[in-house]
């Protein structure tokens, strides 16, 4: 187990040796995050970083990750905890068939946490091996106002209520992490409960250098071919601009055919690797990918 990073540049660190190469801005919110014990709210378009930034947390702090997948009609129970109502039926049967018991033991035997189906936010409110979970809330978003409303009692106190077992509270509060892509806004009484911050695309040096973090394997040269045709892409007219995670899998898509440097054929074979949708990739079909490819080796001269 790591301990918390003890300043800014530590965190840079932290981040950079799991391969994460995050702003100055972000790493100083998410040495407040954890200095301080508060939520970390992180907004921005798919495919910045923000699901990943929790991943990394967790492993450089050798803690446990405990993800929430948020999701439309997401309630308490699939979020806190459920009963086993199976094998309550089963020690009902049980009970009436060997005629063991009174009802008033049976009934409170059922409530206990041998029949508790732990789920993710009451997991991140127990103990764990090397400490504090990282609990990540992912795409808070999807879910509806109820939902956040629930929330709030475990981002205040670091408790949940389960109403046959009574309020559980964290012993040592879990990092907690909430990433959102706005496809709607979060009320304002879950974001004052955290420490924000939004996840832009990163420039060019930046992003370049975290392709060298993931991909090493691939030439300097294709790198920054592919880094720069990814940013340029983002200005074109596009229905869902590509991220930083589609320049990875595009750089590894290309080093698994032995490309060695981009041309118009190759970028039209594996535009699926960066769009994902049909109408952005004929949009970059034919002349337009080759067009757009002269604009940015022009735009790498002189580097």
């Known amino acids: 187990m790591t301990g918390i990073p003890k300043d800014i540049d530590a965190v840079e660190t932290l981040l950079s040796g799991q391969g994460y190469v995050a702003s100055r801005a972000l790493a100083t919110v998410v040495f407040l995050a954890l200095k301080l014990g508060r939520p970390l ?14 991943k990394v947390i967790a492993t450089a702090l050798g803690r446990r990750l405990i993800r929430l997948q948020c999701h439309e009609g997401l309630d308490a129970a699939s979020a806190v905890a459920d009963w086993n109502f199976a094998a309550q039926m089963i020690a009902i049967r049980t009970a009436e068939a060997t005629g063991a018991g009174d ?10 946490e041998d029949y508790l189906i732990e789920r993710p936010l009451l997991a991140a409110m127990r103990p764990q091996p090397g400490g504090a979970p990282v609990l990540l809330i992912d795409e808070i978003d999807r879910t509806d106002e109820p939902f956040e409303a629930f929330l709030l009692e475990a981002l205040s106190d670091f408790q949940v209520t389960i109403p046959e077992l009574g309020t559980i509270r964290a012993p040592e509060p879990p990092i907690v992490i909430l990433t959102s892509n706005r ?13 924000y911050h939004w996840v832009d695309y990163p420039d060019f040096d930046r992003e370049l250098l975290i392709l060298q973090a993931r991909v090493p394997e691939a030439e300097a040269s294709l790198s920054r071919e592919v880094v720069a045709f990814v940013q340029r892409l983002r200005r074109e007219d596009l229905f869902k601009r590509p991220g930083v995670a589609e320049a990875i899998d595009w750089a590894k898509c290309l080093l698994a055919l032995d490309v060695i440097t981009l041309s118009p054929d190759v970028i039209s074979d594996t535009l699926g690797a960066i769009l994902k949708y049909q109408d952005d990739i004929q949009k970059l079909q034919g002349s337009e990918a080759g067009r757009i490819l002269d604009d940015v080796r022009r735009e790498l001269v002189p580097a």
């Open 41 to 54: 709210f992180l907004e921005g378009e798919a495919g910045v970083g923000k699901t990943e930034i929790a």
């Open 103 to 112: 009802r008033d033991a049976l009934r409170s035997e059922l409530f206990t």
């Open 183 to 195: 496809t709607r806004e979060v009320h304002d009484a879950l974001k004052r409960r955290c420490l």
